[in-house]
């Protein structure tokens, strides 16, 4: 399980490394071109039930920690889907990654 750290708090944010490797993708992406935006996901069945939104601006301290020390491969299907979203009126909307039944690994 990965953790976002997003502000001066360090609040961690637990978010699947493989789900934490597409959006630090959008995310930097997004940061890199001076936007800012939301980022919304539901929470973890561990945690207490409901949604969370963060307002993400360039100049906010922000860090990705991954439990695995290799890499995910990413698929550009997913990151697509979250790039799409990241560009809506909504902002990053985490969605869960859809994997057809045939489709054998991600894509790199």
Do not use: C
């Not at 953790?3 to 001066?8: F, I, N, P, Q, S």
């Not at 637990?14 to 800012?36: C, F, M, Q």
């Not at 996901?41 to 360039?58: F, V």
């Not at 695995?68 to 790039?83: H, V």
Request: no cysteine.
């Amino acid at each position: 399980m990965g953790v976002l750290y997003y502000g001066g708090g360090g609040v961690p944010i637990r978010i699947g490394d493989r789900a934490l490797a597409h959006l630090k993708v959008v995310i930097a992406t997004k940061l890199r071109r001076g936007e800012s935006f939301t980022l919304s996901w539901t929470h973890p069945e561990d945690e207490p039930r409901g949604r969370s939104t963060l307002w993400l601006h360039p100049s906010i301290p922000l860090r990705f920690e991954f439990e695995d020390a290799e890499p995910e491969k990413l698929s550009r299907t997913w990151l697509e889907e979250l790039a799409n979203s990241a560009h809506s009126t909504g902002g990053i909307v985490l969605i869960p990654e859809q994997v057809e039944p045939d489709a054998g690994p991600p894509e790199d």
